[in-house]
Every structure is written in structure tokens, then in C-alpha cells.
């Protein structure tokens, strides 16, 4: 187990003085207990699922839809998973969406969520900083729940060069040598409300933080430096050919993506495969769903996820008679309502915005 660094003050001073701090200071966010109320960890639940890789401000309305379609883990049990993807358009890493509808139904069927991290960790895409956050926060266990904004906190109280990912074990020892005994779950959100709004990224704002005197980046003149991270490698890029088809309907064809892997589940407009070298027109007709008279629309569509950027030619063409073998003919008009990732979105946007198929 790594150790956390020498403390500069008793960690119970530390504590206490950031529980003072948010008492006066704590955010009001829709999923966040008052004073004196219980937290509900249905709520605290959902709402880390959605912050992560997603800021506050984002989240908020597609909590609020989400809560009153979905009032507790029972009934986004019952929904269809194309509802829920559909529902979470917008906030990407669908995996997520995938593995909320899993952990509904694994919490229904138990009866309700197990009040420990180990418990925690065994259901569906709750990994080790949820667990920890929702132990902490909705059953007050001892845990230390360390994030992004955590992570900057605590590299600059105790001054860690280490580059990220690198520092991550050291850092959470960090953290659980500081979580106390009594309120740990407001401590958690405590040290998440001071780095979102003092201990900031850019420009600190280190004249309001209640842990000023103990910093050591703050003494050192580096707060804005830390904490470090190792240099990402230039990310990849993929190509690929969607097929804009349209039937003497006017109707577009979609598809689903398969449930496992990248935007497993969601629907798109057909596509070839994603890979490094670029596709010729040739090439991508043969893996087109239809035979048609197919045309190249000017430019692509570029969209950047984690691990690669993409770019996606479309080939647009005017089918008669055919059936959809392994999709649907979807009008335009009704296309909004498709569970589509913002990849294809753009290309539906790129497409329309040529004209007719043919």
C-alpha cells in the first residue's frame, strides 16, 4: 500500500477545516442532499455515472429528465434499453448508458444497493472512485472517493510532481489518511466542491481555500503546474464510408450497432468498418447494403473520441424496391426520435444539408 506523504498539518485539522469551509460554501446541486436529509443513493448513483468524463453544467438537465422519467432504480429496471440510450443522447461514452440499465436491474432484483464498496463494486460499470463515492456519500461508510478534482487538490496540497497516472496510488493514500471518521461522504463532496470552484485547473483561487497555509504548491509558487501528466501519444486516426440511402419513401435506413463494443447498442446510419487506411469508393461500394448508383458528397465528417479521431466519408445514393436486411427505413421527420450518437448526427446533418440521394 503506498504512503502518503509526511502530513504538514494533523489530518483532523485538515478535515475539520474543509467540512467548516463547505458548510458555508457548499454547492446546491440537484442531486445533493440538503442538511439533516438522507441521501438517497439511487440519486447519488446517477449522478456519478453521469459526471463522469461530463461537467456539472451538462449534466443537470439530463439528470432532471432522467429523474422524473425514471424515479428510482425500479423503474428504469422496467425500460427498454433503447430508451435509455435514447434518453442519454448528448452525454456520450454510451457504455455508460449500457451499464446504468444493467445496474438498475442488478439493484431491483437484490432488492436495493448494497451499502459497502466491495458490495458496490460488483455491479454493473461501478468501478472503484463510484463505489467509493457512493459508500461514502449515501451510506457514510469510511471511503476515499478520489476524482479529477480530487486528484488536483491533493497534488497540490502535498506538492506531488508525479506525473499522472503514475501518481493516482499515492494520491489516494493521500486521501484516506485525511477522510474522517464523522461525515465522510460530506468530506467527499467537500474536496469536490473545493476543486471545482477554488482549486481550479487554471488561475487557483488560492486566497479563499480553508487549506492555504498547508499547501506546499501554494508556498512553492507551482499550484497552477500540478498536478502533472505523462505525454499522450498523438492519437490515431480511423476512416470510414457511411451510406446515406434513401427509398422512393424518402425514407432513410438505420441501423443498430452491435450491443457490445463502441456505441454498442445505439443506432447509425451504415457504415464500413473503422480503420487506419483511407477507403476508395470502389472499395466501400462492395460493402455498401445496397447496389445503387452512389455518390461521393463533398468533404467528410470529422469526430474525435478518447482513443482516435475519425473521418467519415458518405456515399449517398437512391434505393428502389429493396427491403433492410439487417436495419430500418426511418422517415425524416422521425428520425429525432433514434437513439443516435453524436457521430451520427453529424453525418445525417452532413447528408441532408447535400440535397436528394440522386
Known sequence: MPRAPSMLRPAVDLSASLLAWYDRHRRDLPWRARPGETPDPYRVWISEIMLQQTTVAAVGPYYRRFLARWPDAAALARAELDDVLHAWQGLGYYARARNLHACARAVAQRGGFPDSEAGLRELPGIGAYTAAAIAAIAFGRYAAAVDGNAERVLARLYGLRTPLPAAKPRLRACAAALVPAARPGDFAQALMDLGATVCTPKKPRCVLCPWRAACRARKLGIAESLPRRAAKPPKPKRHGVAFWAVNEA??????????????????????????????????????????????????????????????????????????????????PERIKDQALPSVMKKVIAWAQSAGPAA
Open 250 to 331: 424518402g425514407a432513410v435506413l438505420l441501423r443498430r450497432r452491435p450491443a457490445d463494443g463502441l456505441l454498442g447498442g445505439m443506432m447509425e446510419v451504415p457504415s464500413t468498418e473503422w480503420r487506419t487506411k483511407p477507403w476508395r469508393d470502389r472499395e466501400a461500394q462492395r460493402a455498401a447494403p445496397f447496389k445503387a448508383h452512389w455518390r461521393r458528397l463533398p468533404g467528410a465528417v470529422a469526430h474525435g473520441f478518447t482513443h482516435f479521431d475519425l473521418e467519415l466519408v458518405v456515399l449517398a445514393g437512391a434505393v428502389t424496391g429493396a427491403a433492410a436486411r439487417d436495419g430500418l427505413w426511418v422517415s
